[in-house]
């Protein structure tokens, strides 16, 4: 079982806008901005697409956008394209054992 | 321009100590800040990490793999070797080293991972 919980899958229609949830705890999401989302493409290492809840790193798309509201932290992606099929995972700090806790991942189908 | 890649056998056997190698380019551990850890990714699920080396050579496990993984580095060779022991079916994962920085919270750079398989 995964420390934050995603949905498994999440599909829209390209140009249509969605979100992916992550849903955590006080002790990792909800007590710290340092929620971060990485995406990967079948075979290829995660990629880095949203840092501290809601920046960007150079080279992103600005189609990408991070937020979060208590537990719970959100990736949007919105005029989804083709190229933005992908698994997506979100990870937090956390006071835990481990500097860091991920999700399951969440399967993004482009229609 | 960073670059990290895993290397290692793609198949072990139940018992043995499976041993991988982080190569990476682009930074040294031995600047100030610098971290590399080790992640894996069994098929078809999450994420897991499994231990951190600092550019002091502080040294980070997985509480609940702690008994069986030694990290360790070679600056000269910008090198990270992990070993993990008395390997199982449950351990067949995608393994992964990537770069952090102290008080930046994220992995900006992955490698490429490795596939590992444990079966006799």
């Known amino acids: 079982q995964s420390a934050l919980t995603q949905p498994a899958s999440v599909s829209g229609s390209p140009g249509q806008s969605i979100t992916i949830s992550c849903t955590g705890t006080r002790s990792d999401v909800g007590g710290y901005n340092y929620v971060s989302w990485y995406q990967q493409h079948p075979g290829r290492a995660p990629k880095l697409m949203i840092y501290n809840v809601s920046e960007r790193p150079s080279g992103v798309s600005n189609r990408f956008s991070g937020s979060k509201s208590g537990n719970t932290a959100s990736l949007t992606i919105s005029g989804l394209q083709a190229e933005d099929e992908a698994d997506y995972y979100c990870s937090s700090y956390t006071n835990s054992n481990t500097p860091y806790v991920f999700g399951a991942g969440t399967r993004v189908t482009v229609l | 321009q960073v670059t990290l890649k895993e290397s290692g056998p793609a198949l072990v056997k139940p018992t043995q100590t499976l041993t991988l190698t982080c190569t990476f380019s682009?930074?040294?551990?031995?600047?100030?800040?610098?971290?590399v850890s080790w992640i894996r990714q069994p098929p078809g699920k999450a994420l897991e990490w499994l231990a951190r080396?600092?550019?002091?050579?502080?040294?980070f496990y997985s509480t609940s793999l702690k008994t069986r993984l030694t990290i360790s580095k070679d600056t000269s060779k910008n090198q990270v070797v992990l070993a993990m022991t008395n390997m199982d079916p449950v351990d067949t994962a995608t393994y992964y080293c990537?770069?952090?920085?102290?008080?930046?919270?994220?992995?900006?750079?992955w490698g490429p991972g490795t596939l590992v398989t444990v079966s006799s």
């Open positions: 990537a770069r952090e920085r102290e008080y930046v919270y994220r992995y900006d750079y």
């Open positions: 080396i600092d550019w002091d050579d502080d040294k």
């Open positions: 682009g930074f040294s551990l031995s600047t100030s800040g610098m971290r």
